[in-house]
C-alpha cells in the first residue's frame, strides 16, 4: 500500500517559483554585463583612420603632405589600402603624379636628378598606426623646378579619393571610402567587416 504524501504547502511553491525568478534575473544581468564589459574593452581600443592633406609642414616650407591619421584611442593595424584619381585605382605616387600633374620620372643616378626637387613616396599598408600617429604616403617639396607639377597636385588633390581598411587589437575590421577635403556620406561610419578583402589594385608604394 503507498503511503499519501501531504500536499505542498503555497509557501514552498511560492520559494521555489522566486528562487527560479531570482536564478533567470541573475543569468540575464550577468550576460547583459558581460556583454556591456565587451563593448567597453571594444571601445577602448576602437581605431579610426582619416586622410589628411597639407601643403605646408611646422617649418613653413611648401610640402605637400599626403597622410594617413589615428584619430581613435587604439592602434590600427591597416591591411588594405586604395587610391583613386577621377575613378582609376593606382599603385604609387610616380604613376599618379605622371597622370594627373604631368610629373616625369627621372632615375636616381641621372646627372639631372641633382636638379630635380624629389617625390617622396610610400605606402601605409601593412603597417601598425598607433592611435594619435600618422603616416606619410606622398610628400612632395615645392621647389624652383617644379611649380607647374606642385600646383597641379595641389588642385587634383580633391578629386583624389581613398578605400582603407583596417582592424583593431581585437581583429575588430572596419572598412571606409575616404576624402581628404571633402565629405562623403557614411566616412564617419566605416563599414564592419569580418575581414579585409584583398585589393584588386593596391597602393603600395
Known sequence: MTEARPPRHWSEIALAVAALFVSAVSLWVAIRTEDANEKLVAASVWPFLQVQVS?????????????VVNTGVGPAKIESFELFYKGKAYTSGNQLLSECCGFRVVK???????????????????IVLRAGDKEDFIRYKLGADNLAVWSALNE???????????????????????RSELYIPGQLHPERVKSCPTPAVAYTK
Do not use: K, M
Open 156 to 178: 587634383a588633390r580633391d578629386r583624389i579619393s581613398y578605400r582603407i581598411c583596417y582592424c583593431s587589437v581585437l581583429n575588430e575590421c572596419y572598412r571606409g571610402a575616404l
Open 55 to 67: 601643403n605646408a609642414d611646422p617649418d613653413a616650407r611648401l610640402d605637400l603632405i599626403f597622410e
Open 108 to 126: 636616381a643616378t641621372s646627372p639631372e636628378a641633382r636638379n630635380i626637387t624629389p617625390l617622396a613616396t610610400g605606402t601605409v599598408q601593412g
